[in-house]
C-alpha cells in the first residue's frame, strides 16, 4: 500500500496508515522496495525464480507448521501418525502432498534460480555476498529437506538417516564420536527422530532470515539482468510495481499449476515406494536412493572408489561431495572474466550448458545401482564438474574474447525491438 | 571530555594500556566461560543413560546348524552369527594377511574357529550387508556383501573390495558355555 502524501486530503483509512508509518516505517519500505523499486526494463522470464523461490518457502512453512499439529516424532508412533494424516486427518493427504512435492518444486526453482546467476553473471561485482548467501541457502535447503524425508520414518527415512550421518565417520579420529553424539544413541533411533524433528522445525526460519538478508543485498544494487551490464539511470529501469508484480504472478500460476499436476495426479512420484515400509533397523533396502534433487551429490560420494593421496576413498567422497557445494561460494573468484552474461561470451556460454549436462548425467548416476558404466560415468562427471569451476572457469575468463557490450539497456531494448533507429531518423528530421 | 595528550603512550610503553588489558582478560574470560556454557547442550545430544543401559544379548548357539547364519540384536544394531563349515573357516585362514586392506589374521578375528561372531553393520556408511539369509548374495568371497555401495566381506568378514575402509567389527563377547555367549 503507498503511503500517502501529507497533502493528500485526509481520509480516515490514508490517516491511519501515515499514523502508522510516521512510527514504524513499514509502509515505506514496502512502497520502496515492492513499488518504486527500479528494475532493469530487460528481464527475461529466468528472472523470475527468485521471487518464485520466496512464494513457495511460503508455502512449504504454512503447510509444515499444520502438518506438525498432527505428526509425532517418536520412533513407535511417527510412521502411523503419518499414515493417520494420510486417511484421518481432514484434507491432511492434501498438506503433506503439497510438502512432499513442494520440497521438490522448492529445489527445481532454487536450481534454475541458480543456474540463471551462473550464466548471466549475477555473482560478479558487487553481488558477491548476495551470491554467497543464496549458497548458504542451498546449504541449509539441504539440510532440513534431508531432515524431514527422516521424519515418516519409512524404510527409506531410516536408511537415509543412517548414511548420512554415518558421512562423518570419515572424519579421521572423532569420526564415531560425532556419529554418536549426533545419533544420541548407537544407532539411528528415537533420540535422533526427535532431535530431527526439532531441527526440521527450526531451520526454515533460518532460512527466512538468510533471505532477508539476500534481499537486502539484492536491493542495495538491484537486480543483474541479461545483458549483464549495469543500468545507468531512469531511462534503464522500470518500476517493480506493476511490471514485474504481473509478470511474478503470471508465473507463479504456472508454477501452482505445475504443482497441482504432481499433487493431484502424480502425488508419489518423486518418493520411492520402500518408505510406506515402516523403519526395520535390521534389514536394509536393496537399492537406496536419495531424493532427486540430491542425487548428483550422492553420485560424487560413491564414484570415489580409490584411495588418492594417501586420503582413504570414504573420506575423499564425503569431501568431493561436501565440496561440490562449498566450490559455489569461491564463484565470483573463480569466474575472472569481468564481463557478467554469457550473451557475449562465446566460449562461457557453452561451457555452461555443458554443466548441466554433466549435472544431470550425475543425477542419472546417483539414481542407478553402482556398477560398471555408471560408476565410469560417474568419475568422469564428478571430474568434469571440478575441472568446470576451478580449470574452465579462471581459464577461460582470461583467454575468451567477449562480443562488445551495448552502450545501455535502454539503447540495447529500443534496437531489439526497432524503435531506436525510428527515433535516430525521426531526430534527423 | 578526555584530554587526548593524556591518553597518548609516554616513551618506551609497549603501547598497551591498563584499559586494553582489562578489555582483554574480560574479553577472554567471557569468551571461555561462554564456550564451557555450550557444553551441556552439545553433551545432552550424546546417548542418555537410559541409552547406555541397554547392555548385553545372550545367545544360545545350540540349535544353530552348521553353515547356518544368524542375525541376533544389540543394542539395535544387529550382529552376525556364522556357524562356518569347514571349506568356509580354510578359505578365511588360507589369505595372504598383507594383501588385504584392513590385515586381520582370521584367527584374531573368532574366538572359536567356526563361530564367526561381528556387528553385521558395513563400515562404509552403515548399511546391513546381504549375506545372512539363504538366498542373499554373499558376494563374489562367499562372505557378505553390502547392497548400498557395493562393499564385498569375504568369510572372516573382512572387506576385501567397494568402499568400506575395514572390516566387519568384532563386538566384545564370551562364551558362557560350549553353546551359549553373552555379546557386550
Request: charged share 15%.
Amino acid at each position: 500500500m503507498a503511503v500517502p502524501p501529507a497533502s493528500t486530503p485526509a481520509s480516515g483509512l490514508s490517516r491511519l496508515v501515515r499514523w502508522i508509518d510516521y512510527r514504524l516505517p513499514v509502509f515505506s519500505l514496502l512502497e520502496h522496495e515492492l513499488v518504486v523499486y527500479p528494475t532493469p526494463k530487460n528481464l527475461n522470464y529466468w528472472w523470475n525464480f527468485g521471487s518464485l523461490a520466496g512464494i513457495i518457502l511460503v508455502i512449504m512453512i504454512v503447510t509444515g507448521v499444520v502438518l506438525a499439529m498432527h505428526y509425532t516424532p517418536n520412533a513407535d508412533l511417527a510412521f502411523d501418525s503419518v499414515e493417520r494424516i494420510m486417511r484421518d486427518v481432514n484434507y491432511g493427504w492434501l498438506l503433506r502432498y503439497i510438502h512432499m512435492n513442494g520440497a521438490s518444486l522448492f529445489f527445481l526453482i532454487v536450481y534454475i534460480h541458480m543456474f540463471r546467476g551462473l550464466y548471466y553473471g549475477s555473482y560478479k561485482y558487487p553481488r558477491e555476498l548476495l551470491w554467497i548467501l543464496g549458497v548458504v541457502i542451498l546449504l541449509l535447503m539441504v539440510a532440513t529437506a534431508f531432515m524431514g524425508y527422516v521424519l515418516p520414518w519409512g524404510q527409506m527415512s531410516y536408511w537415509a538417516a543412517t548414511v548420512i550421518t554415518n558421512l562423518f565417520s570419515a572424519i579421521p579420529v572423532v569420526g564415531n564420536k560425532i556419529v554418536t553424539l549426533l545419533w544420541g544413541g548407537f544407532t539411528v533411533g528415537n533420540p535422533t527422530l526427535n532431535r530431527f524433528f526439532s531441527l526440521h522445525y527450526l531451520l526454515p526460519f533460518i532460512i527466512v532470515a538468510v533471505v532477508g538478508l539476500h534481499l537486502l543485498a539484492l536491493h542495495q544494487h538491484g537486480s543483474n539482468n541479461p545483458l549483464g551490464i549495469d543500468h545507468r539511470g531512469p531511462q534503464d529501469t522500470i518500476p517493480f510495481h506493476p511490471y514485474y508484480t504481473v509478470k511474478d504472478s503470471f508465473g507463479l500460476c504456472v508454477a501452482l499449476l505445475v504443482l497441482a499436476l504432481f499433487v493431484f495426479y502424480a502425488p508419489n512420484f518423486f518418493t520411492s515406494p520402500d518408505n510406506y515400509i515402516p523403519a526395520n533397523p535390521m534389514v536394509t533396502p536393496n537399492h537406496i536412493v536419495p531424493e532427486w534433487y540430491l542425487l548428483p551429490y550422492y553420485a560424487i560420494l560413491r564414484s570415489i572408489t580409490f584411495d588418492f593421496l594417501g586420503i582413504p576413498s570414504k573420506l575423499l567422497g564425503v569431501l568431493l561431495s561436501l565440496g561440490s557445494l562449498i566450490v559455489l561460494f569461491f564463484v565470483p573468484w573463480l569466474d575472472t572474466s569481468r564481463v557478467r552474461s554469457a550473451r557475449f561470451r562465446p566460449v562461457y556460454r557453452w561451457i555452461s550448458w555443458i554443466l548441466v549436462i554433466d549435472v544431470i548425467a550425475l543425477g542419472y548416476v546417483g539414481s542407478q545401482p553402482p556398477a560398471g558404466f555408471v560408476v565410469t560415468l560417474g568419475q568422469v562427471s564428478t571430474f568434469y564438474y571440478y575441472l568446470h569451476f576451478l580449470v574452465l572457469m579462471p581459464l577461460i575468463g582470461k583467454l575468451e574474447r567477449p562480443h562488445p557490450l551495448p552502450i545501455s539497456i535502454g539503447t540495447a531494448v529500443l534496437e531489439a525491438s526497432g524503435q531506436l533507429g525510428a527515433a535516430r531518423t525521426a531526430e534527423r528530421h | 571530555m578526555v584530554d587526548l595528550a593524556q591518553s597518548q603512550v609516554p616513551p618506551g610503553h609497549d603501547g598497551g594500556t591498563r584499559r586494553d588489558f582489562l578489555i582483554l582478560t574480560a574479553g577472554a574470560l567471557a569468551g571461555i566461560g561462554a564456550a564451557c556454557a555450550t557444553w551441556p547442550f552439545i553433551d545432552s545430544l550424546n546417548p542418555a543413560r537410559d541409552t547406555l543401559a541397554l547392555s548385553t544379548t545372550e545367545v544360545d548357539l545350540a540349535p544353530v546348524q552348521t553353515g547356518q547364519r544368524l542375525t541376533v540384536a544389540w543394542r539395535g544394531k544387529p550382529i552376525f552369527i556364522d556357524h562356518r563349515p569347514p571349506e568356509e573357516i580354510k578359505a578365511a585362514q588360507e589369505v595372504d594377511v598383507a594383501s588385504l586392506r584392513d590385515p586381520e589374521p582370521d584367527a584374531k578375528r573368532v574366538k572359536k574357529p567356526e563361530w564367526l561372531v561381528m556387528i553385521g553393520v558395513c563400515t562404509h556408511l552403515g548399511c546391513i550387508p546381504l549375506g545372512n539369509k539363504p538366498g542373499d548374495d554373499r558376494g563374489q568371497y562367499g562372505g557378505w556383501f553390502c547392497p548400498c555401495h557395493g562393499s564385498v566381506y569375504d568369510t572372516s568378514g573382512r572387506i576385501r573390495q567397494g568402499p568400506a575402509p575395514l572390516n566387519l567389527v568384532i563386538p566384545p563377547y564370551e562364551f558362557t558355555s560350549d553353546t551359549a555367549i553373552k555379546i557386550g
